[in-house]
């Protein structure tokens, strides 16, 4: 019966760790893999063959140290192993994946050491007078244990969830990491073997207790803050939405004033035509139409791309291209998509000022004006919606996994525009793209948004 037990017990250790690392990789951290099916079948794998070299090193090797040695060789090989598959299967470059996995199986092994010290500890403090009551109590507390951590993690990831949906810097899960390593050394230190479950004392575990409170109110205060700038971003952007739309409102007042004033002129000025054309005074009607042709130069309202709010952006956007020399040209309409004025404003109007900035630059003031221009494309086909801007620029950014890197200095305020580009796409179910290709005259940018 104890060999039963303990061939239940054995595997729990390395099952749990293994898939609380891919579990905490992906929706606590929020770092993304290439394939997470693929992740999730590859973790499992690794989970039941680790429990089973674990169970197997234990059983196959006769009862001292060496067998507790061979276990512990068994754990930290599958552990090892299913870390380097982490490493391949997650996207980014190699030395953020490297430390993302260490750093997690890492947090992963100390909580998990730290509901076990708990849950030994709660254990010791009752009486158990059968030694198989024993036995299956132990058993159904370390499976509470588990869960319990498990609970712990789903509520982190819960809490960054709706506001805090990037992934998790690596500074800060290096913080978490060494921080939950040194507390609890310094709490556990005095703590060995077979004395863990009655020495740890009440003090301790209600110590531990509070280290796991403190790091949910970590992520409550981190996700509380990104709620703030957030709400901060869409005061913003709703701002800069109302005063597009006015001055979108206020050139269309214009233009149909100039309109409505055009045809009240309109028969007059066909007389006076008439006139000039029966006495054959060319020259003098030549003088009054060209007169005339200045007076057709209306206020521009944009193009009609058939959403009123890409209307405003674009008129907007169209005027401070043209103080900056530059020109942009508008093709195709919004169609068979839903776009609400914050994402539209978020992703058009990033995008074009990105690209005003970047053609804009005092280094291509020389460049001829019929290359000094703005590509916004609307294209629809059967299977996607696609808004394209392309402009040129003086040098390539710096693109790394499909983010442009600000090489501005001041970088904690700058760089946001395409992060709001990507996230208002993601709402509408869509990605970006970026990339740069060189041309005789620099550079050529392309930013691409497909939903």
Not at 98 to 124: D, P, R
Not at 350 to 364: F, T
Request: hydrophobic letters at 50%; aromatic letters at 8%.
């Amino acid at each position: 019966m104890r060999d039963l037990f303990v061939g239940i017990l054995l595997p729990v250790q390395p099952v749990s760790i293994i898939l609380f690392t891919f579990y905490c990789l992906d929706r606590v951290f929020k770092y993304e893999y290439k394939n997470r099916k693929t992740a999730l079948i590859v973790s499992l794998i690794a989970a039941l063959i680790t429990g089973a070299a674990v169970d197997i090193a234990h059983f196959c090797v006769p009862e001292s140290d060496t067998s507790s040695a061979a276990g512990d060789i068994a754990l930290m090989a599958g552990l090892a192993i299913h870390a380097l598959i982490l490493m391949f299967l997650l996207k980014g470059k190699i030395w953020k994946r490297v430390l993302a996995v260490f750093l997690t199986s890492e947090i992963i092994n100390t909580i998990n050491m730290i509901f076990t010290n708990i849950q030994s500890q709660v254990f010791s403090l009752l009486e158990w007078p059968d030694r198989y009551l024993l036995l299956i109590a132990f058993l159904l507390m370390e499976f509470f244990a588990i869960l319990l951590e498990f609970f712990f993690l789903v509520l982190i990831g819960r809490i960054r969830r709706k506001s805090d949906n990037t992934p998790l810097p690596l500074p800060f899960i290096a913080i978490i990491a060494v921080s939950l390593q040194l507390i609890t050394g310094f709490l556990l230190d005095e703590d060995t073997g077979d004395t863990l479950a009655s020495d740890i004392g009440v003090i301790r575990t209600v110590a531990l207790l509070m280290l796991l409170v403190i790091l949910i109110l970590f992520f409550y205060i981190r996700v509380t803050r990104k709620e703030r700038d957030g709400l901060k971003d869409m005061n913003k952007i709703n701002a800069e939405l109302i005063e597009s739309q006015t001055k979108y409102f206020e050139a269309s007042a214009k233009a149909d004033s100039e309109i409505r004033s055009m045809r009240h002129d309109m028969k007059n000025n066909i007389q006076v035509l008439m006139l000039l054309l029966e006495n054959k005074e060319y020259d003098k009607m030549r003088e009054y139409l060209e007169e005339m042709g200045e007076g057709l130069a209306v206020t521009d309202v944009s193009s009609h791309t058939g959403d009123v709010i890409a209307d405003a952006i674009i008129a907007d956007k169209k005027a401070r291209a043209a103080s900056a020399g530059v020109e942009l040209k508008v093709t195709g309409t919004i169609s068979g998509v839903e776009i609400s004025p914050v994402n539209m404003c978020r992703m058009l109007g990033n995008l074009l000022d990105n690209a005003i900035e970047a053609a804009g630059d005092g280094r291509l003031k020389d460049l001829p004006s019929d290359l000094r221009v703005i590509d916004l494309q609307f294209r629809r086909t059967d299977n996607f919606f696609m808004i394209s801007v392309t402009n040129p620029c003086a040098e390539c950014p710096n693109i790394e996994d499909g983010m442009i890197v600000t090489s501005k200095s001041d970088r904690k305020n700058h760089g946001f525009g395409i992060q709001n580009i990507r996230g208002a796409a993601e709402e509408c179910g869509g990605e970006l793209s970026v990339s740069c290709e060189e041309r005789p005259f620099g550079y050529l940018f392309r930013a691409e948004v497909v939903m």
